[in-house]
């Protein structure tokens, strides 16, 4: 059965909500990556959706994509694998080896030791820096007024090539304001890519600028309990 007869209702419906989010904002179909966030669920539970055709993944947790995604990536070589959630230093090593974006680069420790893999490792995933945009004391991320100093560190101290930002927005507030501030720092700083936008809001994100959407549950369904 190839690729094509294979249906995953919620991904269609996600897919067809990305095209006229596209169109509606007048731009080219498909300029929108669609990260299908595949947290918590098992190896079983993501086949479906890598049967459906997706190929781009994201995981919030270096230690559960460990588990489950090298079996995946051997079955399906083309998967592309984006670590949506913050990072820990002792963590860059496998994070550098398994993923081919993230998305979450928020302060020079970190930016160290991804600088430190990527020189060992002669590996290079896309790097986002993640902002802060509500100031929100308990989530990660760069606060807006200090991004333009940290990215420029990130370039000319660590030497990585930062290709673009990424952001969630406080659950409370209207996203399209934190959408509009990420998308004129990253105009400030010649950043190509925009991580934001998720199962409430992806829309939104794709009518200011977004070219990455974080979607899981309108695709997976309800999440199963993470294992503590």
Same mark, same amino acid.
């Given at each position: ?10 991904l ?11 169109k ?7 300029? =929108?990556? @669609?990260?299908?966030?595949?947290? %918590?669920? *098992?190896? &079983?539970? /993501?086949?479906p959706? !890598? $049967? #459906?055709?997706?190929r ?7 230690q559960?994509?460990l ?28 994070? =550098?080896? @398994?993923?081919?974006?993230?998305? %979450?680069? *928020?302060? &020079?420790? /970190?930016?160290?030791? !991804? $600088? #430190?893999?990527?020189?060992?490792a ?20 760069v ?11 990130c370039?000319?101290v660590?030497g ?19 959408? #509009? ?40 369904g309800?999440?199963?309990p993470?294992?503590?």
């Open positions: 059965m190839t690729n094509q007869t294979i249906r995953h209702d919620g269609d419906a996600v897919r067809e909500q990305v095209a006229a989010a596209e509606a904002a007048g731009r080219p179909a498909g300029s =929108v990556r @669609l990260i299908a966030v595949s947290k %918590t669920f *098992d190896a &079983d539970g /993501i086949r959706v !890598i $049967a #459906a055709g997706q781009v993944f994201g995981e919030n947790r270096v559960e994509a588990a489950k995604w090298p079996a995946l990536k051997a079955e399906t070589p083309d998967i592309e694998l984006h670590l949506i959630g913050p990072l820990q230093s002792n963590k860059a090593r496998d994070a =550098v080896a @398994l993923f081919d974006a993230i998305h %979450t680069i *928020d302060r &020079d420790k /970190i930016a160290r030791a !991804i $600088a #430190a893999e990527i020189a060992r002669g590996r290079s995933p896309r790097l986002l820096v993640q902002v802060n945009t509500g100031a929100e004391p308990q989530k990660a991320g606060l807006p007024e200090d991004t333009d100093a940290f990215v420029e560190r370039r000319s660590h990585l090539a930062i290709d673009g930002l990424m952001c969630i927005p406080p659950v409370e507030e209207a996203p399209a304001p934190h959408f #509009a501030l990420l998308a004129k720092i990253a105009a400030r700083l010649g950043l190509a890519s925009l991580s934001m936008g998720m199962s409430a809001d992806f829309e939104t994100a794709i009518a200011f600028g977004a070219t990455d959407v974080r979607v899981g549950s309108a695709i997976f309800t999440r199963p993470i294992a503590t």
